[in-house]
């Protein structure tokens, strides 16, 4: 199976395209191989490749050893797709990534543990000791494994981009960032702009049937309308029970998670909607982005918040198990610390247990003070906005500029104190929740997408839009529409590599729909991440390709010292993107000329010049590869001969002529001869 990164159609031409194949090794368990190939476009001149530290090099073909981790392409004379064949271990035990605890430990006989066995009934082959608990693991029938990231450094004459590609050489699955190994079944599920894929491994029976995880995770995909909305979402059911696993789930990458098998659907802890949370989570996906300490309690409490009230609304939970499982938070240890400040806790999953009780409280607050208008899901979409990591101001100012100073004292009492809010009562969920709100869904709207420059003024379906080039102005319609049961405020945003480029920003009553449009202008090539609404696409803007020469005439082509000639070149663009040409017309004094010129995709055109020329002679008029010759002549020597002649006859008339003319070929041809 392979994972392609998904783009819009571009021309590919300046593209790095890295394919990673990935080899499960029975007989090396906890190991797996990776075959990197590298291929190399033209603008690159040189290329260095860096791999992970605990990578074996097996096998190098286009690739030589600098040093370290390093290896430097040897150029464009060995091959253009040089490989690299490696090994690596599989079984990671440490992980800095968002996951669902396998088991929570709480003081209390009510308080609720993970759906799924904690037991161990086996330890995978390679393991150096029963007491590790694995995220990733490899058992010699069956692995999963996290794909290979290598830091490609290059040296370029012009703008390219990078594609990568992932897939498993033999039976197993994998998104680009998870891959299994082993023969799986895969589900699919489309849920608008966003699609599902679960892979079920052949030697696993989920507790839940794929159809049941899909709708869960179609109906969250539609729901939760935080922004971050993903091309594809890829899910691993893995063995409960092989492996003494470290978590009940794992998101790892952009968009790719694991699941254990036997977690449930209808509990508060439902594993498969906090991995999928976790996918929407944008301001976790940028290195300019993210949070801080005093932040950093919004991840796991959005995440298992927003499980836990989906289920509630899919109608997979009673109120009664939503409440308990925030009550949780209300119980030691958990309830000792200070969210914002993680010394203060006296367990390291306090996030997991008081967090999603106190953002739960902060969403009822902000319904109550906003009468429906806003909710913790506007919360989530505004920090999936930001530039710039969530600092601890930037998040209680966001509190305060939708809900007003109250909801700040209130966020600041409940995650700056060790404070505990309440778990709320149904009548109190019912006055907060059961209010009209508005909903607001963006998409990018039926209408085309429009592509303007100086050179041309395009439109065309957004699956076709086509590389760019600096200076183009793109714009996108997107329609917004107010799906709930009031009206709300919208704003339809569109977003380049995380940043805010464009924002229309209005009111819109329930029920009615809208068309806005917003345009983005680069300046500089290169491969760009584009979010329109809740859509995701990536954009490709080069350099404006080079316009080529294809003929060359002069007019005339005999001419007179002094007189004029006029050069015209033929101009073609043959790329799918504007071109630039400046075209030197030359001749054997140097350039007499430049003329630029700026084409279309695919157009011809023809530029012109005017020369001369002060002495007799051939001349040699170049543009492009194409050359011309222009004859220079003094007024004709022929009729000053004939003239000369008939002077020195007696009688001039006709006949004279003819003989001075005779007279006149006859010197020419034993002047020729003398010369020859």
């Avoid at 030697?203 to 971050?228: F, K, M, T």
């Avoid at 405020?489 to 977003?495: E, F, G, I, M, V």
């Amino acid at each position: 199976m392979t994972d392609t990164t998904p783009t819009a159609a571009t021309d590919n031409d300046d593209t790095i395209r890295q394919t990673a194949v990935l080899r499960h090794l029975p007989d090396r368990p906890g190991e797996f191989e990776t075959e990197l190939t590298v291929d190399v476009p033209d603008p690159v001149t040189d290329l260095e490749l860096t791999v992970d530290s605990t990578a074996e090099v097996v096998s190098t073909d286009g690739f030589d050893h600098a040093g370290g981790d390093t290896y430097e392409w040897t150029g464009t004379g060995s091959t253009d797709e040089p490989r690299i064949t490696f090994r690596m271990p599989a079984n990671r035990t440490e992980l800095d990534h968002h996951h669902r605890p396998r088991q929570l430990t709480t003081s209390s006989p009510s308080a609720s543990t993970v759906a799924g066995s904690t037991t161990t009934t086996a330890e995978p082959t390679a393991a150096t000791s029963r007491d590790h608990e694995y995220y990733f693991v490899d058992t010699g029938s069956w692995g999963i494994v996290t794909v290979p990231t290598v830091r490609l450094n290059w040296w370029q004459t012009s703008s390219v981009s990078v594609e990568r590609t992932a897939e498993v050489d033999g039976p197993g699955a994998t998104g680009g960032d998870i891959a299994f190994f082993g023969p799986v079944t895969e589900h699919t599920r489309s849920a608008g702009s966003e699609s599902f894929r679960l892979a079920v491994p052949d030697a696993v029976e989920l507790r839940e049937s794929p159809e049941d995880i899909l709708d869960s995770l179609e109906d969250a995909s539609r729901s939760l309308r935080i922004g971050g909305k993903n091309d594809e979402v890829f899910v691993v059911a893995v063995p409960p029970e092989d492996v003494s696993w470290g978590a009940s789930g794992i998101q790892y990458g952009d968009s790719d998670a694991w699941v254990v098998a036997d977690a449930r659907l209808d509990t508060p802890h439902n594993v498969w909607l906090h991995e999928y949370v976790h996918t929407r989570q944008d301001f976790l996906k940028s290195a300019d982005t993210g949070t801080t300490a005093e932040t950093q309690w919004l991840v796991e409490a959005q995440a298992e918040y927003f499980a836990a009230l989906t289920t509630l609304e899919q109608e997979r939970i009673e109120f009664s198990d939503f409440r308990r499982a925030l009550r949780e938070g209300q119980r030691s240890p958990y309830a000792d610390g200070t969210l914002a400040d993680r010394s203060t806790w006296r367990h390291e999953q306090t996030d997991y247990v008081k967090g999603p009780l106190v953002f739960g409280a902060i969403d009822r607050q902000l319904r109550l003070e906003t009468e429906g208008e806003r909710t913790g899901r506007d919360l989530v979409r505004q920090l999936n906005l930001r530039e710039e990591p969530i600092t601890d101001d930037a998040f209680l100012s966001l509190l305060e500029r939708e809900g007003g100073p109250e909801l700040r004292a209130f966020a600041e009492r409940y995650a700056h104190t060790a404070e505990t809010p309440d778990a709320w009562s149904v009548s109190n969920h019912r006055a907060a929740f059961d209010q009209p709100t508005a909903l607001i869904d963006y998409a990018i709207a039926d209408e085309p997408i429009g592509v303007s420059g100086p050179t041309r003024d395009v439109s065309g379906a957004v699956d076709i839009v086509p590389t760019l080039v600096p200076g183009e102005t793109v714009t996108f319609p997107v329609a917004v529409e107010n799906v709930g049961e009031r009206s709300g405020s919208y704003s339809a945003t569109l977003r380049v590599d995380g940043s805010v480029v464009d924002e229309r920003s209005d009111t819109l009553e329930a029920g009615d729909r809208r068309v806005e449009t917003v345009s983005w202008t680069p300046n500089a090539p290169g491969r760009y991440d584009v979010r329109v609404g809740d859509q995701r696409l990536s954009l490709e803007v080069k350099s404006p390709a080079s316009g080529t020469v294809t003929a060359l005439a002069v007019d005339p082509e005999r001419v007179e010292p002094g007189e004029t000639v006029t050069a015209t070149a033929t101009v073609t663009n043959d790329a799918n993107r504007p071109a630039d040409a400046t075209v030197h017309f030359r001749t054997p004094a140097g350039v007499a000329d430049e003329v630029t010129v700026a084409l279309a995709p695919g157009e011809t055109t023809t530029v012109e010049t005017d020369l001369t020329f002060d002495d007799p002679g051939r001349y040699e008029v170049a543009a492009g590869d194409h050359t011309v010759v222009v004859s220079v002549e003094e007024e004709s020597a022929i009729p000053a001969a004939v003239e000369e002649a008939a002077d020195a006859l007696p009688g001039f008339g006709v006949p004279a002529t003819v003989v001075a003319l005779g007279v006149v070929l006859v010197l020419g041809l034993v002047g020729r001869r003398t010369d020859s």
